[in-house]
């Protein structure tokens, strides 16, 4: 039994010990918050949201968040207060149109309220918001086009300052690359450039910030050009913002490029396949592209042969090193993303209606697919939240 003089240091450890789980809690949550954006046009309604068991991987049942049409694509403002999702829909005229519309973020519920809604006259298919919650830059697939809409304090959207139209030479294939198709906007880590991927072009055009004012201008080199018929669709820097990879979508390949901070330029120096070196087929198209939390691992899909690659990145030079071509556990995997801890890839499958869920090792990068997958219909976008 302790002495009188032992029992404040036990109380003393016991409310140290206390603190530091409450701190470990804290630091490490029990879930993860996610967000799936959906096509749809069968059984989806809008987006949905779930929580992912940090320990465990399961994924609760996904349930309706907000209902609208076709949110392909889903992003954060940096508060992590304010959801904004890509609204694919028509115009009046029936012609196919978009709209960005912003969220506000239940921080106990998830549940989301909507703020306000941007149109545009062209259809969208991806969003970023710059570091400082300042700017929202939309680009367009079939228009080809780059739009950008200053954020009020509040996360809400103001009116469309910024439309750049693509313009200039196309790649090869005449099929998929018939006019300039802007695919994706990548934030540089200093936040003075984003840089739009052209599938239709072979090109990732480079563009000036000023998040003050919500505008863009082009760049004093305004694109790089990549290897003809790649077709660049996303992108993502290194943890260390030297280098910048983007996922090919027509060849089946990821580009690693060094990162050139003054001029907000990209410099290709290696090109890498999605694929086995066996594969025989011209169906297949990759999609997304992600780097794991610690900086050691890139992560690719593939729709078609629906895999998932898995690269190990060397530090000293950036250049990528296959380590593994995993299946995916389902069809079409459009996106997937990684938890904030690195620990969980969880993926959506367009194709099949599903969602699978795949645990990380740290050491190593390679996945390992999870028992059992989420019914969601023509899910589509993967959004990890707060």
């Known amino acids: 039994m302790p002495t009188p003089r032992q029992r404040p240091l036990i109380v003393l450890h016991f409310a140290l010990f206390l603190f530091s789980t409450l701190l470990m809690s804290a630091v490490t949550p029990s879930l993860h918050n996610l967000y799936f954006g959906t096509y749809t046009r069968t059984m989806s309604r809008g987006i949905y949201s779930a929580q992912l068991d940090a320990k465990t991987g399961a994924l609760s049942t996904p349930t309706l968040a907000a209902e609208l ?12 207060r304010v959801l904004y999702a890509i609204e694919e829909t028509k115009l009046p005229d029936g012609k196919a149109g978009g709209a960005v519309r912003a969220y506000a973020i239940d921080p106990s519920t998830r549940a989301l309220t909507l703020l306000n809604r941007e149109i545009t006259a062209d ?26 809409f200053p954020l009020l304090a509040d996360g ?9 139209q693509h313009t200039g030479p196309l790649g090869p294939n005449a099929k998929r690359q018939d006019k300039p198709h802007a695919h994706s906007a990548t934030f540089s880590p200093d936040n003075r450039y984003v840089h739009v991927c052209d599938l239709g072009q072979d ?15 082009p760049a004093a080199t305004p694109f790089s050009n990549f290897t003809p018929g790649t077709g660049p669709r996303h992108a993502k ?3 260390d913002g030297q280098y910048f990879y983007v996922i090919d979508e027509l060849d089946g390949s990821v580009t690693a490029s060094r990162y050139e901070s003054a001029s907000g330029t990209v410099t290709p120096f290696q090109r890498v396949p999605t694929l086995p070196l066996d594969y ?13 939390p610690n900086g050691r691992f890139l992560y690719g899909s593939n729709r078609g042969h629906d895999s998932l690659a898995v690269y190990a990145i060397t530090p000293k030079s950036g250049a990528l090193t296959l380590i593994e071509i995993v299946p995916c556990g389902g069809k079409t995997p459009r996106n997937f993303a990684l938890s904030p801890d690195g620990a969980w890839l969880v ?40």
């Open 69 to 80: 049409t076709n949110p392909s694509w889903l992003t954060l403002h940096p508060s992590g």
């Open 123 to 148: 259809s969208l298919c991806h969003a970023a918001v710059d570091a400082t919650g300042q700017i929202l830059v939309a680009v367009s697939y079939g228009g080809g086009q780059v739009s950008s």
């Open 156 to 164: 809400r959207l103001g009116p469309r300052q910024s439309f750049i």
């Open 203 to 217: 090109r990732v055009y480079h563009y000036a910030v000023d998040a003050t004012h919500g505008t863009l201008q």
């Open 237 to 239: 820097f290194s943890a």
């Open 280 to 292: 025989v087929g011209d169906t297949n198209t990759t999609a997304e592209l992600r780097v794991h």
């Open 347 to 386: 993926c959506a499958h367009q194709g099949s209606d599903t969602v699978s869920t795949f645990r990380v090792d740290p050491a190593s990068g390679k996945l390992t697919l999870q028992p059992g997958t989420s019914a969601l219909a023509q899910s589509v976008c993967v959004l990890f939240a707060p």
